[in-house]
């Protein structure tokens, strides 16, 4: 079954410094897409990086990259030169059966990034 | 705005009350997908459209939720007989297909409060 695991509640990270955010999944599928979105107290989703099972190098978009291990099935999301702005609720997500039509995205828990001064 | 915009942004219902909600996607996106969040929690999928067709809806929680979209642009979630459980922010998403990596663009979400 789908299944996307962040397993840091919170994160601290001191400003200038880069942080990694977690990320686990379990699918069957050999197709999928993983996804990191941002969401900050305002509570809209903000769509960070993506990331295709069959891509062959590591996505990058700015100050974030996807540590992308396929066969630990670890997404990472790093980010550095962290910013205050940065503070706020991090989510991996993933959709599979991208090549049969799936719909269906799942996300993680979350985790609460803080970015001190 | 050309993003994807939701109304209302707040909502107070009574236990037993019928609520809508609508969601006003980007123009031109083929792909509209609701999601419910409770407090605390990641976004859970409810349902997907694709133009006026709901292709997915295996994830409304029960009968009283129903969606619709029947010009292939604004959805509407419909709630009935609200209970408790029903309380938390829902979102809207809304994606111009490109092949395999779907980017959805989420609205504010509408907050909802069963009293």
């Known amino acids: 079954a789908q299944k996307i695991t962040q397993t840091q509640p919170g994160m601290f990270v001191q400003e200038k410094e880069a942080v990694t955010l977690d990320c686990t999944y379990d699918?069957?599928?050999?197709?999928?897409?993983l996804f990191w979105y941002k969401q900050p107290s305002s509570g809209e989703m903000i769509f960070l990086i993506y990331q295709g099972s069959y891509d062959q190098q590591n996505a990058t978009e700015g100050r974030y990259s996807l540590n992308f291990q396929k066969a630990r099935k670890s997404a990472n999301l790093v980010i550095s030169a962290s910013q205050l702005g940065d503070s706020a609720m991090y989510f991996c997500?993933?959709?599979?059966?991208?090549?049969?039509?799936?719909?269906?995205?799942?996300f993680g828990a979350g985790t609460r990034l803080f970015v001190k001064a | 705005g050309a993003g994807v915009s939701q109304s209302p942004r707040y909502k107070v219902a009574k236990r037993g009350q019928d609520v809508a909600l609508r969601c006003d996607p980007i123009s031109g996106h083929v792909s509209l997908f609701w999601y419910q969040q409770a407090l605390g929690q990641g976004p859970e999928f409810l349902t997907y459209f694709q133009n006026e067709a709901q292709l997915d809806k295996s994830g409304l929680p029960s009968d009283r939720f129903f969606a619709e979209r029947p010009e292939g642009s604004v959805s509407t979630l419909k709630i009935q007989r609200t209970q408790q459980e029903d309380s938390a922010v829902y979102l809207c998403a809304s994606s111009l297909v490109r092949g395999i990596q779907e980017t959805q663009y989420f609205g504010p979400g509408t907050r909802l409060l069963v009293l």
């Open positions: 699918t069957s599928d050999p197709s999928y897409g």
């Open positions: 997500a993933m959709r599979d059966d991208l090549y049969t039509g799936g719909f269906k995205t799942i």
